[in-house]
C-alpha cells in the first residue's frame, strides 16, 4: 500500500470517527425502507403470473409464469385506455391550473404589509387542508347538487336554471379540479412562503433604488429567487402524472360521472381488490410506475440543461 493510500484510509478513519454518529442514526431509516419499501418488491413478479394469492411467488410453478400477457390485456383493455386518458386528463388540468395558484398567493400574501391579516388570510387557506377528502365530498354534495345544493339555489333565486355540476361529466371534472385545488392551495403555498423569506433582501432595496415598482420586484427578484425551488416541485408533480389521488376520487365521484372519474389508482382498486385480480392489476400499476419513473428522468434532464437546477 503505498502513502496515498494510507493516507487516504487515515483521513477515512478519522472522518468516521468524528462523524459516526451521523451515520449511526441512518440505521433506522435506511432500515425502515429496505424493510417496507424494497423487499416487498418482489411482489411485483406477480405481474408476470397468473393469480394465486394463496402460492407464495417465491415457490410458485412453472406454469404460472405467463410473462407479458398480464401488460397485453391492459393495453387492450379498453377500460385501461379510459383511465389513463382520465389520468392525464386531471393530471394535465391540476398541473395547469392548480400548479401556478400557489405560488401566486404566495407572492400576493407576501406583499401585504399587515402582518394580522397576512396571517389571519394564511391560516384560512390551508385549513381545508385538513379536511378528509370524505368531508370534503360531502360539502360538495350540499353545494353543488342539481335541486337541492347551495349554490344552485342561488342560481335559481337569481334566474338562472341549475348547473349539473355532479351529474354532467364535465362539469364535475371542473368541479373536482377546483376543489382540490381550493383544498390544497394554502397547504402549498407555505412552501413557497418559506422560499421567498431566503431571499436577500438587499436585492429588494438595490431594485427598489433603480425606481421598480412591486410587480417588477415580484417578476425581477422574487421568483428568480424562488426557481429552485418551483422547479423541484414541478419535477416531483410530473414524476407523479401517471398517479392520482384514490380517495378524491372515490369520495367525489357517483355513477353518472363514472366514465370520467375512473383513473388508473381506481381502475387498480376495482380489478385488484374489487376482482380479485390482483396480477392484472400489479400489471397496470407496473406500468404506470415505469411511465412515472421514465417522466421524472426526463423532466429532470430538461429541467438541468435548461435552468441549470434539478433533483439531482
Known amino acids: ?35 417496507f419499501s424494497y423487499l416487498p418488491m418482489i411482489n411485483l413478479l406477480i405481474a408476470f403470473m397468473t393469480n394465486n394469492i394463496f402460492i407464495p411467488i417465491t415457490t410458485a410453478p412453472w406454469e404460472r409464469w405467463v410473462g407479458l400477457a398480464n401488460f397485453r390485456w391492459a393495453l387492450d383493455n379498453i377500460q385501461f385506455r379510459q383511465a389513463v386518458s382520465n389520468t392525464l386528463m386531471f393530471s394535465f388540468l391540476d398541473l395547469v391550473i392548480g400548479f401556478p395558484m400557489p405560488i401566486i398567493l404566495a407572492l400576493l400574501l407576501n406583499e401585504l404589509k399587515f402582518k394580522v391579516f397576512k396571517r389571519v388570510t394564511q391560516t384560512i387557506s390551508y385549513m381545508p387542508f385538513f379536511l378528509s377528502w370524505i368531508l370534503v365530498g360531502g360539502l360538495m354534495l350540499r353545494l353543488f347538487q342539481t335541486q ?40 402549498n403555498t407555505i412552501i413557497y412562503l418559506a422560499a421567498i423569506t431566503a431571499v436577500n433582501p438587499e436585492l429588494y432595496e438595490a431594485a427598489e433604488m433603480d425606481g421598480a415598482t412591486r410587480l417588477k420586484k415580484m417578476w425581477h427578484v422574487t421568483l428568480p429567487g424562488i426557481r429552485p425551488v418551483i422547479v423541484t416541485l414541478l419535477i416531483l408533480t410530473l414524476g407523479g402524472i401517471m398517479g392520482a389521488d384514490m380517495a378524491r376520487f ?62 439531482w
Open 1 to 35: 500500500m503505498n502513502r496515498s493510500s494510507e493516507s487516504s484510509m487515515g483521513n477515512f478513519k478519522s472522518y468516521m470517527q468524528r462523524h459516526w454518529g451521523l451515520y449511526a442514526m441512518l440505521i433506522l431509516p435506511i432500515g425502515f425502507f429496505v424493510i
Open 148 to 187: 337541492t345544493g347551495a349554490v344552485n339555489n342561488i342560481f335559481m333565486n337569481i334566474g338562472f336554471g341549475p348547473v349539473p355540476f355532479l351529474t354532467s361529466s364535465n362539469h364535475w371534472i371542473f368541479t373536482n379540479v377546483f376543489t382540490a385545488i381550493w383544498r390544497g392551495l394554502g397547504w
Open 250 to 311: 372515490l369520495a367525489t365521484e357517483n355513477h353518472l360521472v363514472r366514465d370520467a372519474s375512473t383513473v388508473l389508482p381506481i381502475f387498480v382498486f376495482r380489478w385488484g381488490l374489487e376482482g380479485a385480480q390482483y396480477h392484472r392489476a400489479a400489471a397496470v400499476g407496473l406500468i404506470a410506475s415505469v411511465i412515472n419513473l421514465i417522466i421524472l428522468f426526463s423532466a429532470n434532464f430538461t429541467s438541468r440543461k435548461i435552468t441549470g437546477n434539478g433533483l
